[in-house]
């Protein structure tokens, strides 16, 4: 069992950046592979990026591409999204999720992973 809590998220205004984080607890002696989803008011939940123990990075989301990074640090069984030049409509909770054995061809799949977060709210003010 994996536990995942984010923070980071908060107000910001168009064109501004935040950093998101997710902390890992429990059984971080496996190697889990990472990713960062969102949902929007009335939306489906939808993949950003995803990033592999050895820090290998799955290709981003067309909509984040450019502007968001995903990264990790296993010794603080922590992974990050830096997210840079945002826009009104990247506001959305955002989830990290934890999958042990990740699918390199449906990693953009929330039915993918195992594990996930309660969410961090982001509002991209205009």
């Known amino acids: 069992q994996v536990q995942l809590v984010e923070s980071g998220g908060g107000l910001v205004q168009t064109g501004g950046s935040l950093r998101l984080s997710c902390a890992a607890s429990?059984?971080?002696?496996?190697?889990?592979?990472m990713g960062w989803f969102r949902q929007a008011p009335g939306k489906e939940r939808v993949f950003i990026a995803a990033i592999m123990w050895n820090g290998d990075i799955l290709p981003y989301a067309d909509s984040v591409k450019g502007r968001f990074t995903i990264s990790r640090d296993n010794a603080k069984n922590t992974v990050y999204l830096q997210m840079n030049s945002l826009k009104p409509e990247d506001t959305a909770v955002y989830y990290c999720?934890?999958?042990?054995?990740?699918?390199?061809?449906?990693?953009?799949?929330?039915?993918?992973?195992?594990?996930w977060g309660q969410g961090t709210q982001v509002t991209v003010s205009s």
């Open positions: 429990g059984r971080t002696d496996r190697n889990y592979a």
């Open positions: 999720a934890a999958e042990r054995y990740l699918d390199g061809t449906s990693y953009y799949s929330a039915r993918e992973y195992d594990y």
